[in-house]
């Protein structure tokens, strides 16, 4: 028996998160629900990941900047599921490393194809080379914390300035 896909749905909007687990879920994939970058991260140390749905406004870091630093070390299937529906963010979207962009409200059967497709393609990939960790904040120089460690790798934060990043094992 084939273990099921793990999908990280990342949207800061709660509701979009429950009716996209609950669809992903009743097909058979198994979903981590995160709230934003830092919960993304986080899912990501403690486990690899097949594709991340992954909104592009949020607080805090948004899905753009997300996608750049996911494209530095993986090559798992990463979806845009935003509210824009104007060609330059599309094409900023895939110029920039995601995989597919669809516009919100989409249809399911499009999103479940479009997904499924992914996953036929892009398999589980681990990082070439894990990047340094640094001791200070790239941002603003304060001295970098490490939490979550496990066997994929730890989270850098900031107090000093809520900067945050995954560094794999």
Not at 120 to 135: H, L
Request: proline fraction near 7%; hydrophobic fraction near 40%; glycine fraction near 8%.
């Amino acid at each position: 028996m084939t273990t099921p896909a793990h999908i990280l749905v990342v949207d800061d909007d709660a509701t979009v998160r429950s009716i996209l687990s609950g669809i992903l879920t009743a097909h058979g994939f198994r979903v981590t629900s995160c709230s934003g970058g830092a919960e993304m991260w986080a899912a990501l140390a403690a486990g690899p990941a097949d594709l991340v749905l992954l909104d592009v406004e949020m607080p805090g870091e948004d899905g753009y900047s997300l996608v750049q630093q996911l494209r530095q070390h993986s090559a798992l299937g990463i979806i845009l599921l935003t509210g824009h529906t104007e060609l330059e963010h599309k094409l900023h979207g895939l110029e920039i490393g995601a995989d597919e962009f669809l516009s919100k409200p989409c249809e399911r059967r499009e999103l479940l194809a479009r997904i499924n497709s992914l996953l036929r393609r892009a398999p589980r990939a681990k990082p070439k080379t894990a990047p340094a960790r640094p001791t200070s904040c790239p941002l603003c120089g304060s001295r970098v914390r490490y939490s979550l460690e496990s066997e994929a790798g730890a989270i850098g934060s900031c107090p000093a300035c809520s900067w945050s990043r995954f560094y794999p094992s």
